[in-house]
């Protein structure tokens, strides 16, 4: 027998309301904001991932799921969304729209992770990008934009936790104060921090490993390299975040795993029993268009994980959702009867109502059918309504029933659905 390839997982009918929850959350707040949605294909071009997320990232390097198609063009399922939105902003010349161009997105991605509880190798964001403007204000917006949205799917006492990690030449001189920091105690740094020292010392300070370790507290900050704009850019972001009332801690080690990122890099966190990550995050990305053949763009995004979300929102039992009621079924008796229950459903339904013709059994059967599908009323039509010319409606909560005229029936069920 086939199962779901590991990492992956079917949502099932009675888990939609979760996702349909989340969903609609989403696309309320994002619709507040003046946020439009954007999709993209699944797939990519390989190099709109390699040249931006970054070569010696966890993502590129062990992560993405790249395959030669049968022309030969090499092709990643992404990852993550902020490059592939950006490689449709320079494709459709979104630059001569008002800037900044406000995106949102919901969408599976794909990364060859080890799976285990709240991990997966196809799971799905849901995320926002600001386009095109380099004001901190529009940082602000992004980052009460994602607490918002966390917010609103039901997720409480959030945490948002700040950093900036400057531009690149700050980030270079950084970069280096830190390899010269760590050098001292590379024989500590583990097989992984090794590498991290080599490839991409900023990662050295997401290492869980090194945590705890005074020469690893005592690492230099990034925010004591800024250059005048990054700093004079954060020091308007932390005033407009005051403003706001937006609490915050910062976090010199938050440094967000991926190359592509400048500045203001945030990670909101849930306060949930268990939960042994963040929510979402998010950051400023000056560099990315540049890096993918556009002008210099500036711009700011964050994702946010759905399946972590319901995760939590479960163990919480902060929402509730039970399933929606069923449909009406329409049960009958005889040949006749079952084709005249056949025009009724259509009839109910093109009316706006939502209904189904019970399968062919006893009548019996077909009430306990009607039952188990959480229908909320149910038409009965035998030999005898037929020649009457009505159907026995039947509410099922109230296990009472009275006869309509059979013309009658479809409005008065399509009424029940509201508008
Ligand atoms: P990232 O793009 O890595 O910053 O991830 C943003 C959010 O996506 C995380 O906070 C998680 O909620 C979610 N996420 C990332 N990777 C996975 C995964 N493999 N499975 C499920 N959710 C994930």
């Known amino acids: 027998m086939y199962q779901a390839p590991r990492g992956t997982a079917d949502i099932l009918p009675e888990q939609q309301p979760y996702w349909n929850h989340v969903c609609s959350a989403v696309r ?35 992560e993405t799921y790249s395959f030669k198609d049968r022309g030969g063009d090499e092709l990643t399922l992404r990852p993550e969304k902020t490059a592939a939105v950006c490689r449709a902003y320079l494709e459709h010349g979104m630059r001569n729209l008002p800037q900044p161009v406000r995106l949102y997105y919901v969408a599976p991605m794909f990364r060859y992770d080890r799976p285990q509880a709240g991990r997966y190798r ?38 948002l936790v700040l950093n900036n990690i400057g531009d690149p030449a700050d980030r270079a001189r950084y970069v280096a104060a830190l390899k010269e920091h760590f050098r001292p105690h590379f024989a500590e740094l583990g097989h992984d921090g090794q590498r991290r020292f080599e490839r991409n010392a900023l990662r050295l300070l997401d290492s869980k490993e090194l945590a705890g370790k005074p020469f690893f507290e005592a690492a230099p900050k990034s925010t004591d390299f800024l250059g005048l704009e990054a700093k004079a850019h954060w020091d308007r972001l932390l005033g407009y975040l005051d403003n706001l009332g937006i609490a915050y801690r910062l976090d010199h080690r938050l440094v967000r795993g991926l190359d592509y990122y400048t500045r203001t890099v945030f990670e909101i966190f849930p306060e949930v029993e268990g939960a042994q990550s963040a929510a979402g995050g998010g950051g400023r990305y000056d560099g990315l268009m540049e ?15 759905i399946e972590r979300a319901i995760l939590n929102l479960q163990r919480e039992g902060v929402v509730q959702l039970a399933r929606p009621a069923g449909p009406i079924v329409v049960a009958y008796n005889g040949a006749a009867p079952k084709a005249r229950a056949m025009l009724l459903v259509s009839a109910v339904r093109s009316k706006g109502g939502r209904a189904v013709l019970a399968p062919e059994r006893s009548l019996k059967s077909q009430m306990r059918y009607a039952d188990s599908v959480r229908a909320p009323k149910v038409l009965i039509l035998g030999p005898q309504e037929l020649e009457r010319g009505i159907v026995t409606m039947r509410d099922m909560a109230a296990a009472a029933q009275v006869e309509v005229p059979i013309d009658e029936a479809p409005d008065r069920l399509a009424a029940l659905e509201g508008p």
């Open 28 to 62: 309320r707040i994002a619709h507040r904001y003046g946020y439009e949605r954007i999709d993209t294909p699944v797939f990519e071009d390989s190099g709109v991932f390699l040249r931006t997320v970054g070569e010696d990232t966890d993502i590129v390097q062990k």
């Open 122 to 159: 196809q799971f799905h964001q849901y995320g926002a990008e600001a386009i095109g403007d380099a004001d901190p204000a529009v940082d602000a917006e992004m980052i009460q934009l994602a607490l918002d949205m966390i917010r609103s799917i039901g997720l409480r006492r959030l945490t």
């Open 291 to 305: 890096q993918l053949g556009g002008k210099p763009t500036p711009a700011i995004g964050f994702a946010a994980g």
